[in-house]
């Protein structure tokens, strides 16, 4: 299996680089810089492909350039939100111009120009799977006031049902996971117990993340799974 992570140097990015892959499968990490001490098991062979996607052109073709022939799946992890978002401080009145507008090319634009570059690059593969790492913001009375980060995934879930349409008869699998709080504290080097523990039922270890991205991994051709809801068991939204 080749596998590309879009967002790969930190949190949850980091924790599918280090937990999804198995002996002989490829793993290609995208973000602005590789990071240190990665921790793969035996077997697993590491590319890293660095391109900042705050320029989303400049990155989208130096990805595309860079990038194996033949992808069996990519996940996009990609996406920024306000400065003052999730605390009392945030105020979309006082956002200023062109955070807004960095944020939509980030989180919207880069994804629509890289996609387009590496979805060809998938659909040669057996199995072809994009899953996009969407948020529970991003679902219709999320209970969220960000505006600009909700606007922009509530546009990735769109993104991912047009591409569905689009590339059906090619049998290709795309899964948007809604994910609430992330307890990113904690690497897949933290036991799942201690990780869970922090937060009090407010924040998810990132290992159930991987636990159900490695299943959606082993589906055969002839499912997938469309959308996943992963809320905290502690988040009154849900």
């Known amino acids: 299996m080749k596998l590309m992570v879009v967002g790969a140097s930190r949190g949850l990015g980091r924790a599918f680089v280090e937990g999804l892959g198995s002996v002989g499968d490829t793993v290609i990490g995208v973000s602005r810089q590789r990071p240190d001490g990665l921790r793969l098991p035996e077997g697993v062979e590491l590319a890293w492909i660095e391109?900042?996607?705050?320029?989303?052109?400049?990155?989208?073709?130096?990805?595309?350039?860079?990038?194996?022939?033949?992808?069996?799946?990519?996940?996009?992890?990609?996406?920024?939100?306000?400065?003052?978002?999730?605390?009392?401080?945030?105020?979309?009145?006082?956002?200023?111009?062109?955070?807004?507008?960095?944020?939509?090319a980030i989180n919207i634009t880069g994804t629509l120009m890289l996609l387009r570059r590496l979805i060809p690059r998938l659909l040669g593969s057996t199995r072809p799977q994009l899953i996009l790492t969407g948020s529970t913001s991003g679902l219709r009375q999320s209970g969220q006031p960000e505006v600009t980060f909700g606007a922009s995934k509530f546009a990735l879930s769109g993104i991912a049902d047009a591409l569905r349409e689009s590339f059906r008869d090619r049998q290709l699998a795309v899964t948007c996971l809604q994910l609430g709080y992330?307890?990113?504290?904690?690497?897949?080097?933290?036991?799942?117990?201690?990780?869970?523990?922090?937060?009090?039922?407010r924040q998810i270890p990132l290992h159930d993340v991987i636990r159900i991205v490695s299943a959606l991994l082993q589906l055969s051709p002839a499912s997938f799974v469309r959308e996943l809801v992963l809320p905290a068991i502690g988040d009154e939204r849900f």
């Open 182 to 201: 992330l307890n990113t504290d904690d690497g897949l080097e933290v036991s799942p117990e201690a990780a869970a523990g922090r937060g009090e039922g």
């Open 51 to 104: 391109a900042d996607l705050a320029e989303p052109l400049l990155a989208a073709r130096w990805i595309e350039q860079q990038a194996p022939a033949q992808l069996d799946v990519l996940i996009y992890n990609l996406g920024v939100w306000e400065a003052n978002a999730f605390s009392e401080a945030y105020s979309f009145l006082e956002d200023p111009d062109d955070s807004i507008a960095n944020l939509v």
